[in-house]
């Protein structure tokens, strides 16, 4: 009997961890024929490459982690910005030329980037994409969805040690496609893990002081759920609800008296949320004399401004957790972890 062959390393990670390689082509490869790889393959074992590594991630968030990760030699692009909503937004003609000529197609996935499934599958044929946190993320770690029933919630990024999870497989995907850069990926993971870390201290720590029962996040869509269940928080979204079915009238009147009840000072909203339906919550609530004010707006399924703080994967989170920890009674600095948003909050 021969002897059993030895599997090499990377067959053992999970296949759908692996980016789907271009017909089989290496990056070297795709490259060839370019002056950037004629130049590379000149230089010794080990040297610099000439270009870098063109990614083109979906979300913001996503874009930061590959940043974090890849460092100079990773050029990221996101092709969602600020503001812009994941769930519905479809890839525009400009998108579709960067996605076809990415060295590396990074999605969340966990079906967020909902209207843009089928266009990643057939992608996937021609160029590596890898949705990042649906490799990364085990089923016993996620959440259901809330409406439809077999999927699973994709706001894994409101909780930073759950996001630390994509680290691994980012920096697997990035050392496969561009092995030189090893060391670089090793050196940018490390680091990014770190920092993950220390934003989810502080926001354990400035969560904590919240009175427990005033622990309740009323908001604009079902987002918050990962941040609810990593710090101890009831999430209850206003989406939906119209001041103009009895049903949505009923809401109103549950979500009023649970204000009232617990003495919550504030509700979050986002931009997207029609303002009538908040107004109606927060008179609800007067008319049962407890006063409850709209609280500072809360990133959601976007960073802030590029080249801000808040347009950072830390500063969105530092400043959903600062402004919720200050209005709901805690206490944190005014300008969060580490004096650095751009407004008191
Ligand atoms: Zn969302």
New binding site residues.
């Given amino acids: 009997m021969p002897p059993m062959a030895t599997l090499p390393e990377a067959s053992i990670r999970p296949a759908a961890a692996r980016p789907r390689p271009a017909s089989g082509l290496s990056r070297r490869a795709l490259l060839a024929g370019t002056a950037a790889a004629t130049l590379a393959a000149g230089l010794p074992r080990g040297a610099r490459a000439a270009a870098p590594l063109q990614v083109v991630a979906t979300t913001s968030m996503i874009a930061d982690l590959a940043r974090r990760v890849g460092g100079d030699r990773v050029e990221v692009a996101a092709l969602m910005g600020p503001g812009v909503?994941?769930?519905a937004y479809r890839q525009t003609r400009t998108d579709i030329v960067r996605l076809t000529r990415a060295d590396l197609v990074l999605a969340n996935g966990l079906y967020?980037e909902a209207q843009m499934e089928e266009f990643l599958d057939e992608l996937a044929a021609r160029r590596p994409v890898v949705e990042l946190a649906e490799v990364s993320i085990p089923e016993d770690l996620r959440l259901g969805a809330e409406v439809y029933e077999n999927r699973w919630d994709?706001?894994v990024w409101m909780d930073p040690a759950l996001w630390s999870r994509l680290i691994p497989s980012l920096q697997a995907t990035l050392s496969d496609l561009d092995p030189e850069g090893a060391e670089t990926y090793a050196a940018g993971a490390e680091e990014a893990t770190r920092t993950l870390a220390r934003l989810d201290a502080y926001s354990r720590e400035a969560l904590a002081s919240i009175p427990p029962e005033r622990r309740v996040l009323v908001t604009a869509?079902?987002?918050f759920r990962y941040f609810g269940r990593a710090y101890g928080f009831e999430v209850m979204g206003i989406q939906g609800i119209s001041t103009e079915s009895e049903a949505g009238l009923a809401r109103i009147e549950e979500l009023v008296g649970v204000l009232a009840a617990r003495s919550i000072p504030a509700v979050f909203v986002e931009s997207s949320v029609p303002e009538r339906n908040v107004r109606a919550l927060i008179e609800g609530a007067q008319a049962r004399g407890h006063d409850a004010r709209v609280g500072a707006e809360l990133f959601?399924?976007a960073m802030g401004q590029p080249g801000t703080y808040e347009g950072t994967y830390p500063g969105m989170i530092d400043h959903n957790v600062t402004a919720i920890a200050r209005a709901l009674g805690g206490a944190a600095p005014e300008r969060g972890m580490d004096g650095r948003l751009s407004a008191g909050l």
Avoid: F, V
């Fill in positions: 909503d994941p769930h967020l994709p706001h869509h079902d987002a959601s399924d």
